[in-house]
């Protein structure tokens, strides 16, 4: 089988997909072959040399680099399928199935998801609706808590909302006296903390704001739980699972928990700092609280209609025992540090076996949904 792997793409979680990527190729089963696709920073989609596969297998602390040569600039075809799935200059390049390692903006918000819904091939990870809502912490919340699952008490603020200064002044003191200090103030669609700040005080709650205004059109304000953060991974596709295809059962890995040492599990301690965080596998927590986790991880996830993978994030606050679930991650990272590759290992899902259980399930749901009538 063919399995395309694209990575890099328009968002501020570029650098980390490049290493993502590198991570999940050289863990594709020897049985399959790989084809590179490295979309820039500006947009532009270049089919990378085979060299460059190469390279990073023999060196496993390597990331990929973007060679942009070209000649070998890529575009799509719709309705190509698997047989033309791409162009380069004259030639058709086929894919089996593609494998987006794409964290943040045009890779997991459904935009590109979409995109292979019409190109006629199947992908791994959640379909364009779940990986729409899922990306807009805002909407996840909503729907998350019209299911009776907990979630950190928060406002959302539009940009809108800065041109009517009445109305942004009633926000502002909305979140004083609703949630009170500290606050965590992030994008409503970004990923890796990018643009979130926890604010202590008043003094800097407005700079915050504006922060996070630079990385997305609304944002949230939520009370800063004085929490325990805990992670669960969760793969399967519960809408359609029929009990004919194993990579379709809803299963939950770990959970493990993240002990920062920063002020929180930022950009810095997630990726750049080797000892930015301690995490533990299994999460230190009594065998009811490790299972309602993993129901609750699971329930979110059928819930929300999602597919594939997704790690499923959660506070437990120190002070109350509270669970809330913080948000949901549809392609999380797969660093030599991240906890989903990690949690799914020390559950008895080796690397390479995950990435087979993935393509698995992109294949099996696009064989099934192929079967549905789309016209008279």
């Avoid at 299972?291 to 506070?315: N, Q, W, Y």
């Avoid at 669970?323 to 799914?344: A, D, R, V, W």
């Amino acid at each position: 089988m063919k399995v395309t792997v694209i990575y890099g793409g328009k968002s501020g979680e570029h650098e980390i997909s490049l290493v993502s990527a590198a991570a999940v190729a050289r863990n594709i089963d020897s049985k399959h072959t790989v084809q590179l696709i490295a979309i820039t920073k500006e947009g532009r989609w270049f089919l990378q040399p085979q060299s460059e596969l190469e390279r990073i297998i023999s060196d496993p602390t390597a990331s990929f680099k973007i060679i942009e040569d070209a000649a070998m600039e890529v575009s799509v075809v719709p309705a190509g399928g698997t047989v033309r799935t791409f162009r380069v200059k004259e030639n058709t390049l086929s894919s089996d199935v593609i494998f987006p390692v794409l964290h943040g903006p045009f890779g997991e918000d459904g935009t590109i998801q979409g995109l292979f819904e019409l190109v006629d091939v199947p992908y791994v990870g959640c379909t364009t609706l779940g990986s729409a809502i899922t990306m807009d912490k805002e909407k996840t919340k909503v729907a998350l808590a019209h299911a009776e699952i907990p979630v950190v008490p928060g406002l959302c603020v539009r940009r809108s909302d800065l041109a009517d200064w009445k109305r942004y002044d009633e926000l502002l003191e909305q979140a004083q006296t609703e949630l009170g200090f500290p606050l965590f103030v992030k994008p409503c669609s970004a990923g890796s903390s990018d643009g979130a700040t926890l604010v202590k005080d008043l003094q800097h709650l407005n700079g915050a704001i504006m922060e996070a205004f630079n990385w997305d059109d609304k944002i949230l304000i939520e009370k800063a739980i004085n929490a325990r953060e805990i992670e669960c991974s969760v793969t399967g596709n519960p809408t359609i699972d029929d009990g004919t295809v194993a990579a379709e059962k809803l299963t939950a890995y770990g959970p493990g928990e993240i002990a920062p040492k920063h002020d929180f599990y930022d950009y810095d301690a997630k990726y750049n700092d080797p000892n930015g965080a301690e995490l533990l596998i299994p999460a230190r927590l009594s065998d009811e609280r490790l299972e309602e986790i993993r129901t609750l991880a699971k329930k979110a996830f059928s819930v929300l209609d999602l597919a594939g993978l997704s790690r499923v994030d959660f506070f437990i606050d120190k002070d109350t025992n509270a669970l809330y679930l913080n948000e949901i991650n549809t392609m999380p990272g797969f660093t030599q540090i991240s906890m989903f590759p990690k949690m799914c290992d020390a559950f008895g899902l080796s690397f390479t076996n995950l990435t087979n259980l993935l393509i698995e399930e992109a294949v099996a749901r696009f064989n099934k949904t192929r079967k549905l009538q789309t016209s008279r």
